[in-house]
């Protein structure tokens, strides 16, 4: 089942630990591609220092701004894009970054995209699926888009560790550098 608009229409914190397990799917030149969310990360609104919205709505962070359940695709450090799930009400920016996946199906496409490496990043996961700023403002409530997450595995709370966001410059402060708003499956989901 894929994942409906009201599912991201709730609060980032619950939609990005609720994410993990889910199934991101992408048909790439006829090719299903499948991989298990295995990490996330949430951004919270203009006050959030660490999320792009700190700006106000942009060209950039237009999409955060949209409607629940659309993609938000950015360029970052000059050669990785980076997928994220628009979340809460229409005009407020929030949004969840897929930080990982664990690959399912296509596998082997995906590894050949990968040059053989693992699709434990941000960047990493959009390289071995093809995920470019094409799919930026996609719905990813249908499967029309090319892009979709539907429903996966339920992870209990004690395969879940949470954390601080990855990546962030100590310059943000606090609370926004320790915020406790990454969410990572401790194990591989399928073994």
Same mark, same amino acid.
């Given at each position: 089942?894929?994942?409906?608009?009201?599912?991201?229409?709730?609060?980032?914190?619950?939609?990005?630990?609720? *994410?993990?397990?889910?199934? =991101? $799917?992408?048909?790439?030149?006829?090719? #299903?591609?499948?991989?298990?969310?295995?990490?996330?990360?949430?951004?919270?609104?203009?006050?959030?220092?660490?999320?792009?919205?700190?700006?106000?709505?942009?060209?950039?962070?237009?999409?955060?701004?949209?409607?629940?359940?659309?993609?938000? $695709?950015?360029?970052?450090?000059?050669?990785?894009? @980076?997928?994220?799930?628009?979340?809460?009400?229409?005009?407020?920016? /929030?949004?969840?970054?897929?930080?990982?996946?664990?690959?399912?199906?296509?596998?082997?496409?995906? @590894?050949?995209?990968?040059?053989?490496?693992?699709? =434990?990043?941000?960047?990493? =996961?959009?390289?071995? @699926?093809?995920?470019?700023?094409? %799919?930026?403002?996609?719905? *990813?409530?249908?499967?029309?888009?090319?892009?979709?997450?539907? /429903?996966?595995?339920?992870?209990?709370?004690?395969?879940?560790?949470?954390?601080?966001?990855?990546?962030?410059?100590? /310059?943000?402060? %606090?609370?926004?550098?320790?915020?406790?708003?990454?969410?990572?499956?401790?194990? #591989?989901?399928?073994?």
């Amino acid at each position: 089942m894929i994942f409906p608009r009201k599912f991201y229409n709730r609060p980032t914190l619950t939609v990005a630990r609720e *994410l993990l397990g889910a199934r =991101l $799917v992408r048909i790439l030149d006829g090719v #299903k591609l499948v991989g298990l969310i295995s990490e996330t990360e949430a951004y919270i609104g203009e006050k959030d220092l660490a999320c792009h919205a700190k700006a106000g709505r942009t060209i950039r962070t237009d999409p955060m701004y949209g409607a629940p359940g659309q993609a938000y $695709v950015y360029f970052t450090y000059g050669h990785h894009w @980076m997928l994220n799930a628009v979340t809460e009400e229409e005009g407020f920016p /929030a949004a969840v970054l897929i930080r990982a996946i664990q690959p399912l199906e296509g596998v082997e496409v995906m @590894m050949e995209r990968r040059g053989g490496r693992d699709t =434990l990043g941000p960047g990493k =996961l959009t390289q071995a @699926m093809g995920i470019t700023k094409s %799919e930026n403002y996609a719905n *990813l409530t249908e499967a029309g888009s090319g892009v979709w997450i539907e /429903a996966g595995f339920k992870i209990p709370e004690k395969s879940v560790t949470i954390g601080a966001r990855v990546g962030l410059n100590r /310059a943000i402060g %606090e609370p926004w550098f320790s915020n406790p708003w990454r969410f990572l499956v401790k194990d #591989k989901i399928l073994k």
